[in-house]
């Protein structure tokens, strides 16, 4: 057992440093990039007998793919995936703990049958609508599709809404299924050491967000900074107003309070901008150019409008959801891109939140 993670904390923190502000961590100094743990390799007896071992205070915690010693032991699987490509693409992962061991309140993308093998397992899941009140880090931060709340002890002033989360609880016992959908964030804790495996099926909201997120935009183009921050404010405006009409200014006001207020102090030493005309000039676009951005903003509707029924051909609340989260980070990337992951922060104050204020 490669990377077995060890820690004297009950609650494993996994960081993500390819993120915009990952990068430039060096600027950050209050960022919260680091892990809580060390990892080891053992064989699979050392690591049972050391969570078995009553003078073991440390919290154990390993997962991967299952490999070819175990695979006669866990079959026949191929009902829990929803096709041959997602178990090529996927695999079958396996989830190993002692007590009381957790990850961060988060959400996976994906479909997911979860298997319970032995002890016993406590999950709490929160409905994809209810994403403010989980307060989310940024796609920028290194905890992306994390909460910024501790469950048993959310912070009042980074968590105002979270105990008026709609949530739902199930023990897992040895030998039930559950399935988590995507996008519904879950706290999950080992209520005794357990063993759970786990299998992943595209929703497709990848699918749809990858070209999306690939497509170069008219506004890159521009060589002059302050024009293109001019450009890109319009096609952010325009992206917010064709998605949510009326309620536009209400949404870039909630990303803003749920997904970055409770970092303030991450980016306090950060200088802001002085004044509004700092966000560029009145964006006067050639005719190319206005085609250009017509083109780019059908294109990002018609991603946006596949991230909300790519599957599922319904208006219920978790699809809209999905493609509040969707947009956000899409946002929130294309615009660290042009004015620095750094300063997303107080471009946002100044310059996307200009009407809102």
Not at 51 to 69: C, L
Not at 213 to 242: P, T
């Amino acid at each position: 057992m490669n990377d077995v993670k060890i820690g004297n904390h009950n609650t494993f923190v996994f960081t993500d440093m390819k993120t915009g502000l990952a990068k430039v961590a060096d600027l950050l100094p209050k960022l919260e990039t680091k892990i809580n743990y060390k990892s080891e390799n053992m064989t699979g007896p050392q690591f049972f007998s050391r969570i078995s071992d009553p003078s073991n205070k440390n919290y154990m915690y390993w997962y991967g793919r299952v490999g070819p010693s175990l695979k006669e032991d866990v079959e026949p699987n191929e009902f829990i995936w929803k096709n041959e490509k997602d178990f090529n693409n996927f695999g079958l992962f396996m989830w190993l703990s002692n007590d009381d061991v957790r990850p961060p309140i988060h959400y996976d993308m994906d479909h997911n049958f979860y298997v319970h093998l032995a002890g016993r397992k406590r999950w709490v899941l929160f409905p994809p609508w209810e994403w403010p009140k989980m307060s989310p880090y940024p796609r920028l931060h290194p905890s992306w599709h994390k909460s910024q709340c501790k469950f048993e002890d959310p912070d009042p002033i980074t968590c105002p809404h979270f105990f008026q989360a709609e949530a739902r609880e199930a023990i897992l016992e040895p030998g039930e299924v559950m399935y988590i959908p995507p996008y519904w964030w879950h706290h999950v804790q080992s209520v005794t050491g357990s063993v759970s495996l786990a299998s992943w099926s595209d929703s497709g909201v990848t699918r749809a967000m990858k070209t999306l997120w690939q497509r170069k935009l008219f506004f890159e183009k521009i060589q002059n900074q302050n024009e293109k921050i001019s450009a890109m404010n319009v096609y952010i405006d325009q992206i917010f107003q064709s998605q949510y009409g009326d309620k536009a200014k209400e949404m870039k006001v909630l990303m803003k309070q749920s997904r970055w207020a409770p970092l303030a102090k991450t980016f306090s030493h950060i200088q802001s901008y002085q004044s509004i005309e700092e966000c560029g000039p009145n964006f006067n676009p050639s005719e190319l150019q206005k085609l250009e951005m017509d083109s780019d903003l059908h294109y990002a509707k018609v991603k946006l409008d596949d991230c909300q029924g790519i599957e599922w051909n319904t208006k219920m609340r978790d699809i809209g959801a999905i493609r509040d989260q969707e947009l956000m980070d899409y946002v929130e990337t294309i615009a660290s891109e042009v004015v620095g992951a750094e300063n997303f922060n107080n471009w946002q104050n100044t310059c996307l939140l200009r009407d809102s204020k």
